[in-house]
C-alpha cells in the first residue's frame, strides 16, 4: 500500500484558534509528542510572526529529529529568510511558501495582480530552494481560484523548485465531488505534476474537512494536512484522528497506509 504523508499544523494552524495561545514550552511538548504520534511533517509554526515564534521553531528543529521540521512564510523575502532561520538547524528541514491566488483575495486582500502574484510565486519558492530542497507551495483559497490561472502558478512554482504543491480550501467552500474534480484538472492539466507530492489543506466551515481530505486520496493526493482535534483558525481544521482513522479502518475504501501509531 502507498503512504498517505500526515502533516500536522496543530503548533501553526491549530495555534490560531480564538483563545490559542502557548508557551514555547508547551510547543516543544506537543512537537515531541507528535513524534511519538508518527506524524511525518510538523508545522512548528510561522517565525515572521514574532522573534518569541521564531526561537519557538527553532528549538522545535534542535530538539525534535525524526520528522520533517516545516516554518511557514508568506510570500515576502523576511517571511522566506524568518523561515529558514526557525528550520535551518532540523535534520529534515522545510520551507512552506503560501500567496492569495484567488480573484477576491487578489482584489480585496493583497490588491494585486495575477501577474504579480505569479512573479511572487516563482521568486519567493526560488528564494526557498537557495536555502534548501524542500519547498512547499501552497495557493492560498485554491478551490475559489480560477483554473486556468491556478494551473500557471502551479507550473511556476514547480518549475522555482517546488517539492509539494498544497491546494488549500482555505474558506471551507468545496465539497468532495468538486474536490476530486479540481485536482483530477491539476493532474491533467499541470506540466511536471507528477514530479511533485500533491496535498491538501482543508478548513471544516461546511463540516466537510475530513470528507474532501479523504476523498482526494483516491485521486493522487498523498499529503494530507490536518490537526489534532480539528483545531485551527476560524472555523478549523481536518482532523488528524479522524482521517487516520478512517484510512486505517476502511481499507476497501482507502487501500493506503499511514505511519501513525494509534496506540498513541
Known amino acids: 500500500m502507498e503512504r498517505i504523508i500526515i502533516f500536522d499544523t496543530t503548533l501553526r494552524d491549530g495555534e490560531q484558534s480564538a483563545g490559542a495561545a502557548l508557551h514555547p514550552e508547551e510547543k516543544l511538548e506537543i512537537a515531541q509528542q507528535l513524534d511519538?504520534?508518527?506524524v511525518d511533517v510538523i508545522e512548528a509554526g510561522f517565525p515572521f510572526?514574532?522573534?518569541?515564534?521564531?526561537?519557538?521553531?527553532?528549538r522545535i528543529a534542535?530538539?525534535?529529529?525524526?520528522?520533517?521540521?516545516?516554518?511557514?512564510a508568506y510570500a515576502q523575502p523576511q517571511a522566506v529568510d524568518a523561515a529558514w532561520e526557525a528550520v535551518k538547524e532540523a535534520a529534515r528541514p522545510r520551507i512552506h511558501v503560501f500567496l492569495s491566488s484567488s480573484d477576491i483575495h487578489l482584489s480585496f486582500q493583497l490588491?494585486?495582480?495575477?501577474?504579480e502574484i505569479l512573479d511572487l510565486s516563482q521568486s519567493m519558492v526560488a528564494r526557498a530552494k537557495g536555502y534548501l530542497e524542500d519547498v512547499e507551495y501552497s495557493p492560498m483559497d485554491a478551490t475559489r481560484t480560477d483554473p486556468q490561472f491556478l494551473f500557471r502558478l502551479l507550473e511556476v512554482a514547480?518549475?522555482?523548485?517546488?517539492?509539494t504543491l498544497n491546494i488549500p480550501d482555505t474558506v471551507g467552500y468545496t465539497s468532495p465531488a468538486e474536490f476530486c474534480a479540481?485536482?483530477?484538472?491539476?493532474?491533467?492539466?499541470?506540466r511536471n505534476i507528477d514530479k511533485?507530492?500533491?496535498?491538501?489543506?482543508?478548513?471544516?466551515?461546511?463540516?466537510l474537512a475530513v470528507a474532501n481530505s479523504l476523498e482526494v486520496l483516491?485521486?493522487?493526493?498523498?499529503?494530507?494536512e490536518c490537526t489534532i482535534n480539528g483545531i485551527g483558525e476560524r472555523a478549523g481544521n481536518a482532523s488528524l484522528e479522524e482521517i487516520v482513522m478512517a484510512v486505517k479502518t476502511r481499507r476497501d475504501l482507502f487501500n493506503f497506509s499511514t505511519n501513525i501509531d494509534t496506540s498513541q
Do not use: F, M
Open 196 to 207: 511533485v507530492v500533491l496535498s491538501v489543506h482543508c478548513h471544516n466551515y461546511l463540516g
Open 49 to 58: 510572526s514574532s522573534p518569541g515564534e521564531l526561537a519557538s521553531v527553532k
Open 218 to 224: 483516491n485521486h493522487g493526493v498523498r499529503q494530507v
Open 182 to 190: 479540481l485536482i483530477d484538472a491539476i493532474r491533467q492539466n499541470v
Open 111 to 115: 490588491k494585486k495582480s495575477r501577474e
Open 62 to 72: 534542535q530538539v525534535v529529529r525524526r520528522p520533517i521540521i516545516a516554518g511557514l
Open 36 to 38: 511519538k504520534l508518527g
Open 158 to 163: 514547480i518549475t522555482a523548485g517546488a517539492t
